[in-house]
């Protein structure tokens, strides 16, 4: 059967689109929240980097969404065939910028001279994480690739090195900690012996509306009312730029937001807008 040429321009439009997509949301191991107690002298401990989180197949740079990175060749030349977990990061505080040239789809050579690639696992090493380190430092090390580099690991003595290490990161601009228990395998899906630490909590939800400013924020937008996985609905007020105030999320987007505990009414206290979501991560494994 011969395709009309309208259905024929539609295939071809859309094909490269298809391509982009198919290979779907990326397996990876997500963390829990760490809780005071654990033995800190069984884990690697390096900083929780913002930047957008990648998977290289050996092959293609992925999103965790299932996205293809579209970086330039030159930027993915002589990596390793093995497949590699990690973040795409342009430094301390500067997440806003490489999620917009992620999002962008650009492969534009100039705007990706800032990127790194930090990997922190090799899905696919098998063993345990200790052993992994040494393979990504082997890997990574003699690579000759300067945006190409294993995220650093140490093993911080006790509870009290972990917290001098966490002090250090937050005063010099970072978010926090990971943890991976030197024994643990690659696991797809939450793991308990992989943990974050952040001097605050944080969590995600959905932009649902808009809501007016008053004074001086006038004609802008004054709150995010968004609304929590539970359907839980909540203002954010606090940590929107004036740019973010003039054009904000979109409704339907996701935020991430930092807040301190939870009222008598389970709503998030001083929630604060963190930082507008690329994408949604992949849904744990059943």
């Given amino acids: 059967m011969r395709l009309p040429l309208f259905a024929l321009l539609v295939l071809l ?8 997509q198919a290979a779907g949301p990326p397996r990876l191991m997500l963390a829990t929240r760490y809780t005071p107690g654990v033995e800190v002298a069984d884990y690697w401990v390096s900083e929780k980097l913002d930047g957008v989180r990648g998977r290289w197949d ?3 740079l992925w999103t965790r969404g299932g996205y293809r990175v579209r970086a330039p060749d030159w930027f993915t030349a002589g990596w390793p065939a093995e497949p590699m977990d990690g973040e795409l990061w342009m430094g301390r505080g500067r997440f806003e910028e490489v999620s917009a040239l992620v999002r962008a789809g650009s492969a534009d050579a100039d705007a990706w001279r800032d990127v790194r690639f930090m990997v922190f696992d090799l899905p696919a090493a098998g063993g345990p994480f200790t052993g992994r380190v ?5 890997l990574l090390e003699g690579s000759g690739i300067a945006w190409l580099q294993a995220v650093p690991q140490q093993r911080p003595a006790d509870a ?5 290490r966490l002090r250090a990161v937050v005063a010099a601009g970072g978010e926090g900690l990971m943890l991976h228990h030197g024994e643990a395998r690659y696991r797809v899906g939450r793991s308990d012996r992989l943990l974050k630490l952040k001097p605050f909590e944080d969590a995600e939800a959905r932009v649902v509306e808009h809501l007016p400013g008053r004074g001086k924020y006038a ?3 004054g709150s995010l009312l968004v609304e929590r996985a539970d359907g839980a609905r909540f203002r954010i007020g606090s940590g929107m730029s004036d740019a973010q105030r003039a054009t904000p999320p979109p409704v339907g987007s996701r935020v991430t937001y930092r807040y301190s505990g939870l009222t008598v009414n389970g709503l998030p206290r001083f929630a604060r807008l963190l930082r507008v979501r690329e994408e949604s991560p992949p849904p744990d494994p059943e």
């Fill in 160 to 164: 009290a090195a972990l917290e001098a």
């Fill in 134 to 138: 040494a393979r990504m430092r082997a």
């Fill in 13 to 20: 439009v859309l094909a490269p689109m298809s391509a982009a």
């Fill in 58 to 60: 050996g092959r293609a």
């Fill in 219 to 221: 004609g802008m937008t």
